[in-house]
Structures are given as C-alpha cells and as structure tokens.
C-alpha cells in the first residue's frame, strides 16, 4: 500500500499499466474493460482512522477543551470597581478612656469578613473604600482610626501609637464576633496591616496590600527631607517655605512644634502646607479634587498631626527595620502587593525590599501609576486582588 506524502493517506486504489491502456485502445474489440474487484481495505484501517486532517482535526479540539478547563480552573478577574452602596450598620465603639473610633459594615452581613485599614496615619476612611470588594461575597469593615474622620477625639494624638491601633483592630473584630478575616490596606495602612498580621497571625486569612511603606528612615527622609522634592520641586517649595531657613535641618521637627501650637491659626497653616503637599504628589497626573483636600482644615488638621506624630517616633517601632525582620510570622499567608511604578509617597524600593524578603509574596508592578488607590490601573489591580482571594476563598484556585 502507498502512503500520499501530502496527506499521509492510503491509495485506495492500485496504479495504472499504461501499456495495456495503450493495446486496448488499438484493440477492434469495443467490449469495455471488465471492471476490476474494488481492493479491500486491511482491517488497520478500521483499527486506527485517525490520520491527517483528522488528526489536526483532534489536536485543536483537544486544544479547546484545555483552554476551557483553564478558564475554569482560573477564572477570568473582575477588574471594575463595584458600585456605590450604603453601611447597613454604623456605630461608634469605646476602646479606651480617651478614644472612640467610628466603625461601619456593608456588603453581604454574612459574607467572608475583611477589614479596610486607611491611609495617613489620619486621613480616615471614605464610602468609596467599600467599592473594592464584591457586596455579595464579602462583609466589609471599615473604621476611622484613633482621632481621624470621625473618631473622637479628633485630631488628639494622646494615647495613639501604632500598637494602640492594633489592639483596636483585635477588640473590634471581637467585638463584631468575627473569628478571622481579611485584611486589607495601603500606604500607611500597609504598615499597619503587617504589624496587625504579624500579632495575630492566626486571625488573618488573607492580606491585600498598596504603595508599601515600611516607615523607615530612608523613607522618611526621601519625601519630607527633601528627596522627592527632585520631581515636584514647585509642590515642594511650599511646604518649604513654612519654615525658616534656620529650622530646616529636620522638617518633621520644624512641624511637629507647629503642629502642636498653643495657637491654633499656627497648626492650621501647617497642616495645610503639609496636606497639600502630600495631595500634589499622591497621583501620577494632577488631581485637583484631591489637592483642594488640603484646604479642609478639619481633614488637614488630623491628616498631618498624626502624621507627623507617628513619624517622628519612628512608627513607634523598636527598630528601623522592624517589619522586614518580623515577615517570617506571617510567610504563610496568602497575600498579594500592589505597587505603581511611579509613586513619589512610597517609592516602589519598598515594596521591593518587602517582596526580597518575602517571595512568597505575590507582587504586582502596575505601570504608569502613581501612590493613589484611586488611580484606575491601581484601582483594577486591587479589585483583581480582592476577586483572587474570593475565588481562593471558594476553592475556585
């Protein structure tokens, strides 16, 4: 049998003597040709059809079924912001003699639990925060952190340090008779997600982070001592020029003694040079809504004494490299970081300092993205986080 080297398929038929074509021809006889018994084909050929085309033919459709088993065992991630909804409980809870933090919950009362942990420290939490996570599938928690938004005292920076914010994390999670939950935060409020995290281990599930600050030294220095004033020199001058030139060795220290003036027209006027230049570099283009924040003298007020107040006592923290040194407590977890390549507030060293000591950390470099969580491609990429710890959540991957 002969095997076509175009398609790899048996001739069906055996080949033509073309000479005795040529003699019947001349032939007087006009009987036709009797006609030849068609060949039987060799019982292989019913054994093993699959040749050629069919192959292909298989080959694709093995293909496809592959891919579809894929789109199951990793589904395609939501990226887009959730829409607006309502608290369906608000409340205000006493955690200390002093302290009263405001606390909220939406979403699904019976969904997985995940707790917002805001900027600053002091810039307090907004309803927009709740859009990152899917109502249906989460219970989300947020809460004005000691003296920010609308926890009472406002503005006191008296008996707030960071592991005051970690006992108030634990006693409203007891509170709320959650057992464990999610945890969820940026900028500062990524700081203060590992030290809850790395206290309480048992008690986190997962943990989303954003614009990783790790409140060293370095850090410090680079957006208040003058280094990101290389890329926004007219934001920085501003803020420069609060303080005479005498005073300018430490800023931090020039504005932490008006920040805490007896006069109150001082601390406002510091506050809004410090709020605004925080608010002039926190995206990666302009944004003006987000710059007149730094007129607020209410929201400024909380904004940058507390700021100021945790950064020079260096987070409260024993060492400058506290939260690095401590990571191998909470390697376990399942946790995703998500970082623009562009942000002047937190420079990208620090979520990669964090993601050499922790690789087990996924990092996600979003590009031409600034510090803000409301910038759409670090928005998409945390919604994308949130959705990937609910398809974890239910066994999805």
Not at 216 to 241: H, M, V
Not at 289 to 301: A, C, M, Q, T, Y
Not at 374 to 392: Q, R, S, T, Y
Request: aromatic content about 12%; some cysteine; glycine content about 8%.
């Amino acid at each position: 049998m002969k095997v076509s080297g175009a398609m790899g398929a048996p001739s069906l038929f055996p080949p033509c003597n073309f000479g005795q074509l040529a003699a019947a021809s001349s032939s007087t006889s006009l009987q036709p040709p009797r006609p030849r018994p068609r060949p039987r084909l060799p019982p292989s050929i019913f054994l093993n059809p699959i040749s050629g085309r069919n192959k292909l033919f298989l080959r694709a459709e093995n293909l496809r079924v592959e891919q579809m088993d894929l789109k199951k065992e990793f589904p395609e991630l939501n990226k887009n912001l959730y829409p607006s909804i309502e608290p369906y409980s608000t409340a205000f809870f006493k955690v200390s003699d002093l302290h009263t933090i405001y606390w909220e919950q939406s979403g699904n009362p019976n969904g997985h639990p995940v707790v917002f942990l805001h900027g600053g420290p002091g810039g307090g939490t907004s309803p927009n925060n709740r859009r990152f996570f899917d109502p249906v599938f989460y219970r989300i928690i947020l809460f004005d952190q000691r003296g920010a938004g609308k926890s009472k005292p406002h503005a006191c920076v008296e008996e707030n340090t960071t592991w005051d914010l970690v006992g108030d994390i634990e006693k409203l999670r007891e509170h709320l008779k959650i057992p464990e939950w999610q945890v969820f935060g940026g900028s500062w409020g990524s700081t203060l997600a590992l030290t809850y995290s790395m206290s309480h281990p048992d008690k986190v599930t997962g943990i989303i982070l954003r614009g990783i600050f790790l409140l060293r030294k370095k850090e410090i220095d680079w957006f208040y001592e003058g280094g990101a004033a290389a890329i926004y020199p007219d934001a920085w001058e501003p803020f420069r020029d609060l303080i005479p030139e005498e005073e300018r060795k430490c800023f931090v220290e020039a504005y932490h003694k008006r920040l805490n003036s007896n006069n109150l027209e001082t601390q406002y006027a510091a506050a809004r040079a410090w709020t605004k230049w925080e608010m002039m570099t926190t995206h990666l283009l302009p944004n003006e809504e987000n710059i007149k924040r730094g007129d607020d003298d209410d929201f400024s007020l909380a904004f940058a004494r507390i700021e100021n107040h945790y950064f020079i006592n260096k987070g409260f923290f024993s060492s400058d490299s506290f939260l690095l040194d401590n990571v191998e407590k909470i390697k376990h977890i399942k946790t995703i970081i998500v970082q623009g390549r562009y942000d002047v507030c937190c420079p990208m060293m620090s979520a990669w300092d964090l993601h050499k000591a922790w690789p087990e950390a996924e990092l996600i470099i979003v590009p031409g993205a600034g510090h803000s969580a409301n910038e759409p491609g670090i928005a998409a990429e945390l919604v994308a986080a949130n959705e990937k710890m609910k398809n974890i959540l239910n066994g999805a991957l």
